[in-house]
């Protein structure tokens, strides 16, 4: 089943990093389910992201965080055979696979152990973003103005 948002965003203005998230968790829903992966949730702001990657190495794995997308891309490079393949079981297949972050995601880290390639992620949201609890009471002090000089500042308190 195909869903066809575009009209909701003819008269939308602004919404259009909506509408690609939608677009691309469309995309991956109809992509094929490999590698396996598990997401955790490890604390209150921290996640872990863990790939079954089984017969690849740290050189053969890329990571890269573009326009909050976490894109792990596999590539195996051709190995000498030491005999003939009967049957092959494991995939050993190159894929690219896309995760959509959310705003303030960051990743921390990277780790290849026993064929799981674990990704760290946190939240990691500004100071400028958390809310402040501000004091009731008398200030001293005067309010800066912004895009004030430090000279205009204390011409004016002269």
Avoid: C, W
């Avoid at 869903?3 to 469309?26: E, V």
């Avoid at 973003?129 to 800066?144: C, E, H, N, V, Y």
């Amino acid at each position: 089943m195909t869903l066809d948002l575009a009209p909701l965003f003819r008269t939308a203005i602004g919404f259009d990093r909506m509408a690609r998230l939608m677009n691309s968790a469309q995309e991956q829903a109809a992509q094929q389910s490999y590698p396996p992966y598990n997401i955790e949730r490890t604390g209150e702001d921290s996640y872990r992201l863990t790939m079954a990657v089984a017969g690849f190495s740290e050189e053969d794995l890329e990571l890269v965080v573009r326009d909050n997308t976490l894109v792990i891309t596999g590539r195996v490079k051709a190995e000498e055979s030491k005999g003939e393949v009967l049957y092959r079981g494991i995939a050993g297949r190159a894929f690219e696979r896309r995760f959509v972050l959310a705003d303030h995601i960051v990743v921390e880290g990277a780790e290849l152990k026993n064929g799981l390639l674990h990704v760290g992620l946190k939240r990691v949201v500004p100071e400028a973003l958390k809310p402040r609890r501000i004091q009731i009471g008398a200030s001293t002090a005067q309010p800066a103005i912004a895009n004030d000089t430090q000279e205009e500042s204390a011409a004016q308190a002269a």
